[in-house]
T-cell receptor, first 117, second 117 residues
Framework: GAVVSQHPSRVICKSGTSVKIECRSL??????MFWYRQFPKQSLMLMAT?????????EQGVEKDKFLINHASLTLSTLTVTSAHPEDSSFYIC?????????????FGNGTRLTVT | AQSVTQLGSHVSVSEGALVLLRCNYS??????LFWYVQYPNQGLQLLLK??????LVKGINGFEAEFKKSETSFHLTKPSAHMSDAAEYFC???????????????FGQGTILTVHP
């Protein structure tokens, strides 16, 4: 089945630095990828929709200058957390839809645990 | 606006007992519905999906779910729980009504399933 690879799985960084998270679709082309954030013991919250070749669409309340999204190819989307602060510590998960059908499910990466010290 | 409600943030069952995880959706147009499972520090794995075909959907690991339009429900069941079923389960609805929310997943709050011997 379709596989989405997310890297790194864990990252610890110092406050003020930037962190890049990669999301790759391994055996299909994804024109659209989604980035979610999950706080402990909570559900997934959609942050933004990443569109290949165009600007990402951010959900209300998500700072687009803080969470930079680049979808430069049909198999790669990146999320960069700029000037990270401890409150950005969270579990970030990407997903992609196999474009074979508009009702096909999302395939999820294994997530990235970000800890900002 | 579409919403997904999972009744019960925690469900505990004995090994071999019936598993029932509840999910109700609220949408003006019946959405496509999914159940995902999440193990600690991992992404989400698709268990099953409903896309307006058969109302009783069978998934992996012995799970199944029944779409009931009259009750706006999509409860997840498994006849006999196994220790390896212990995880967090998310019900999700895919907006297929068009508009700016087209293609976005809305997640329920999640239900943590505990299986004890």
């Amino acid at each position: 089945g379709a596989v989405v690879s997310q890297h790194p799985s864990r990252v610890i960084c110092k406050s003020g630095t930037s962190v890049k998270i990669e999301c790759r679709s391994l055996d299909f082309q994804a024109t659209t990828m989604f980035w979610y954030r999950q706080f402990p013991k909570q559900s997934l919250m959609l942050m933004a929709t990443s569109n290949e070749g165009s600007k990402a669409t951010y959900e209300q309340g998500v700072e687009k200058d803080k969470f930079l999204i680049n979808h430069a190819s049909l198999t790669l989307s990146t999320l960069t957390v700029t000037s990270a602060h401890p409150e950005d510590s969270s579990f970030y998960i990407c997903s992609a839809r196999d474009p074979q059908g508009h009702n096909s499910p999302l395939h999820f990466g294994n997530g990235t645990r970000l800890t900002v010290t | 606006a579409q919403s997904v409600t999972q009744l019960g943030s925690h469900v505990s069952v004995s090994e071999g007992a019936l598993v029932l995880l509840r999910c109700n959706y609220s949408s003006s147009v019946p959405p496509y519905l999914f159940w995902y499972v999440q193990y600690p520090n991992q992404g989400l794995q698709l268990l099953l999906k409903y896309t307006s075909a058969a109302t009783l959907v069978k998934g992996i690991n012995g799970f199944e779910a029944e779409f009931k339009k009259s009750e706006t429900s999509f409860h997840l069941t498994k006849p006999s729980a196994h220790m390896s079923d212990a995880a967090e389960y998310f019900c999700a609805a895919l907006n297929n009504a068009g508009g700016t929310s087209e293609g976005k997943l809305t997640f329920g709050q999640g239900t943590i399933l505990t299986v004890h011997p």
